[in-house]
């Protein structure tokens, strides 16, 4: 009986394995590997956990308004509303004059914040370059500060032992020969003449700042850029060739049926899943085990500067909960800031940066290099495991009024120690609920902030210290 089983259970096997050959169609255009990068690069980069993106340009100038009227969508797609004529956008240029920009505090703060990587706007939709690119005239060298604001940038935060990645839009609202459909052969024409642009300026970049650790690209949604699969193919890898170990994720190109971040066989293109902007993954099956990142504004949808907030502004504690929650799903968490036109921060911005730096100081050790810890989600928060390792640390966000944390053991498991990552030597005995279940008990004091609870497992004995100790 048992050999008939198993005979029946490999001919579905081979059944299924066969039938999805056959949906499996040849590309030349999708991805290029699968499974994760292996490589040192890309091992680091998922140790980083806490990013910090930063949104600037002269979109900063209007913050969001526009002749005493309020522009309700993403400050920084200002120049797109009906009401702010793009000749008067295109001109602020020559107003953008951050003279209280300092690199070096920036860094500090991104440091005092916990943030291991950082994301600058070289160029948004808007096309201004934020360094003095020679292939255009729209940069900070036409601006009245006239020096470049990236390589400052670069050597600062680098200088805090922080790393560099350049957000670069496709998109480009001030080139002419840009298009986001081509309906006419001069469209191609002229297409091709930008899309040889992109390329120049992306090679200046690299050649410029040759510190940075990868690209973070956006606006490639358009029919134009999605519909050339083979070139955004070969930039990516040309640009991986001038530049060893570069990353670059999932938003850049598209296969040559215009699939974006999965190719036509839903395999990840990229390095890492980059579709997470403004949202998060809710469990660990949704990012299929790739290596992914959440991209997250403060306000609901403003990246650039935004004078009058509005809506709901998350708390220093909601977006730790986010951080926790992406390390829980082996994700990188990316807050974003929107300096003011003169290059300094709003005070709610330092506030959140500050208190979030404060948060990490003491359990930093929990995110950095954390990732997904293979136990039943609960209701109380989110589990780490410290990659690798057997610490297994509770980010305990919802404490139950009982006081009690369920903890449930996957099978092989058994617990060692359970101790408050803040004050090790207050050990907690976990008290048995059954088997393999315990109740860490914490009290249901009111607290003002996330707390973590380190638990050190170990795997391979089925009986737990505890459950040895009760029979
Ligand atoms: C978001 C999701 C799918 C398509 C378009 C958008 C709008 N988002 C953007 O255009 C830019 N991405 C953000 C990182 C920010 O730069 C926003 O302006």
Redo the contacts with the bound molecule.
Sequence with gaps: MKKYCIAVALLIAQLYSSAQEKDTIALQHGAHRSGNRTDADMARWRTLRLGQ?I?WGVYAITGGEWKGKTYNG?A??IRSWKEMPHADYDNLYKQFNPVNYNPEQWAQYAKGMGAKYMII?TK??DGFCLWPSKYTRYTIASSPYRKDIIGPMVDAYNKEGIDVYL?F?I?DWNHPDWRTSLKTPADSVAYGRFKIFVKNQLQELLTRYPTVKGF?F??T?DDSWKNDGAFSDELEQYLQQLHPGLIIGSRLRADEKGARHFDSNNHLMGDYEQ?W??KLPEKYADVHGNDWEG?MTIPE?Q??YCAKWAGHIKSSNELIEMLARSTSLGGNFVI?FGPKPDGTFRSEEIQRMQETGSWMKINGNAIYGGGYAGFDKQDWGYYIRKAGTDSVFMVVCNVPVSGNLRVKLPPHTTLLKASPLAQPSAEITPEMIGKNEYFIQVGNAPRTAPFVILLQTSTGAENGSFEKART
């Design positions: 993106f949104h993403a920084e797609w706007t948004h939709h957000y839009s998109i973070w956006d606006g949604w579709g902007e403004r991209v949808n990246w650039g974003n």
